[in-house]
């Protein structure tokens, strides 16, 4: 167990991993006036101590707030990090450091602090169907990487604690070149603040999160086609947690047959695969197919012969689990929203987009893509209980205003992919990845992907790595028994940390 020795709120209640979280928290600390906050940056310490990976470590956590200022250095966004810092390492040893954020875009950093990298997490009876009314639950996490590495979590503006100040415009946050310039400003002003410009530096990337990876591995080198100052920071490596990289439209037929691998293996979790089937091999095999007969039988279109499209139905439906007259019916091509709804309809149930282990029923649908979805609809309500009152009680966090765990109508649809707010096309991303890494011989890649993601699916970050001049010599693909976020479960966590582990302690050359 963790014990908790905060320096500003000694008398904090701790929670053990069996305790039930509170239902009250302490009163809020009065707050500064906006000047004195742009003054003073709020802080906000605690002194722990716990065991990860196996490694028991004493560690500082830190809420701090860093600002953004304009180039008159007037203040235009408020920007919070959450960092643990370990505080009994031998002396002289150069800790690397993992800067991390989700995606969304408009989401905080919730998801990876709550759920794989922080020292505490949320702790469901059940992971994929999890209790979604009070109370819930907090556990120490021996998975964190804290043991090999310091961990900063970084909220965006708009998210989380973050916020744009008066001096700015939600134009200079909410895009996809904005957003990597001011991350880029968080994380040198953090390794400045540290001292840390020695310690070796990673990314752990999730969804849209993917994307500002790419672009702030590019970035933060510097140069005057970047952010106009010769920055000389480089990282070690980058990880991609459903990856999503590629925003140029994903039509055409590649689509389907990037999606078969993932739903070939989720066909297989619910025992609509052959008897004895495992992820990893429906997976494979349905590369295998797509390789040798699918992607031909697609392109062939409507000159395919009727023999050869039952045929190709037949393994389609071997493969998903879906009869050969539902595939026929539909062209041989079946779309992961299509086949969430119709694997198990004979059940009444319906698969999550997100992660396909979970489930509701079929229908009634309120038609909301994210409160409606099986898996996000049954996780939310824990992870966000969990991050406001581990954050309030546990680190003594105390500021009167609400943590924004994911802002769709402020930031997710004004978000800029270079044509324009609310555009929701872009381009594939992943080049600027591949800029990254030619321009640093050193930078290496962990793509992290989890066999039941219908969203971000397997084939999809295959193929985006293949095809954006990524260098394959320095890439590791992972694959977990999971979903879009590849550490829900008691599988999956494990295995993830180890990973991680395993990719920030490899030595340099």
């Known amino acids: 167990m963790m014990t908790n020795v905060p320096a500003i709120a000694a008398a904090l209640l701790l929670l053990a991993p069996s305790a039930v979280l509170a239902q009250s928290a302490p009163a809020a600390a009065p707050q500064a006036s906006t000047a004195d906050a742009l003054a003073q940056p709020r802080r906000f310490e605690s002194e722990h101590r716990g065991t990860f990976g196996g490694a028991a470590i004493r560690y500082r956590a830190i809420v701090a707030e860093h600002f953004i200022t304009d180039p008159a250095g007037h203040p235009t966004a408020s920007v919070f990090t959450t960092s643990y810092v370990r505080t009994d390492a031998p002396k002289g040893s150069q800790r690397p450091v993992i800067f991390a954020f989700n995606g969304g875009p408009g989401s905080s950093s919730l998801w990876l602090h709550m759920g794989f990298l922080g020292p505490r997490r949320i702790a469901f009876s059940n992971d994929v169907k999890p209790e979604t009314v009070p109370p819930f639950r907090l556990a120490d996490n021996g998975d964190s990487p804290l043991d090999v590495a310091d961990v900063v979590l970084i909220d965006p503006p708009g998210t989380g604690f973050s916020r744009i100040l008066p001096a700015g415009k939600p134009e200079q946050f909410y895009g996809v070149d904005q957003d990597a310039r001011a991350t880029v400003d968080v994380i040198e002003q953090w390794i400045r603040e540290n001292g840390r410009w020695n310690s070796p530096k990673y990314l752990v990337s999730e969804s849209y999160g993917t994307i500002r990876a790419a672009e702030v591995a590019k970035l933060l080198a510097g140069g005057p086609m970047g952010t106009g100052r010769m920055d000389g920071v480089t990282l070690n490596g980058v990880v991609l947690l459903g990856q999503s990289m590629d925003m140029s439209g994903g039509s055409g037929d590649g689509q389907y047959a990037n999606a078969l691998p993932t739903l070939a293996a989720t066909a297989c979790y619910f025992g609509k695969g052959p008897a004895g089937c495992t992820a990893e091999g429906q997976a494979a095999a349905a590369r295998a197919f797509v390789r040798d007969r699918y992607l031909t039988a697609l392109h062939a279109g ?65 038609g909301d893509p994210v409160a409606d979805d099986p898996a996000m609809g049954q996780y939310v309500p824990g992870f966000v209980a969990a991050l406001n009152l581990y954050m309030r009680r546990e680190l003594g966090v105390a500021l009167d205003m609400p943590y924004q765990a994911i802002a769709f109508r402020s930031v997710n649809s004004k978000w800029d992919y270079g044509y324009g707010p609310g555009i929701p096309v872009g381009r594939n991303f992943g080049d600027d990845l591949g800029v990254a890494m030619r321009r640093n011989p050193d930078l290496k890649l962990m793509v992290g992907a989890g066999y039941y993601d219908l969203v971000t699916t397997l084939g999809s970050a295959e193929y985006e790595i293949a095809h954006s001049g990524i260098p394959p010599e320095r890439t590791q693909f992972h694959y977990y028994e999971s979903g879009h976020m590849p550490y829900l479960g008691k599988q999956a966590r494990p295995a993830l940390a180890r990973d991680v582990r395993a990719f920030v302690s490899a030595p340099q050359r």
Do not use: C, M, W
């Open 302 to 366: 409507s000159s395919l012969s009727e023999e050869e499209r039952n045929s190709i139905a037949g393994k389609l439906s071997t493969l998903t689990g879906l009869e050969p007259e539902f595939i026929l019916g539909h062209d041989i091509r079946v779309d992961p929203h299509t086949f969430a709804r119709q694997l198990l309809a004979g059940r009444g149930l319906q698969l999550g987009a997100y992660d396909a282990r979970y489930t509701l029923p079929l229908s009634p649908n309120g």
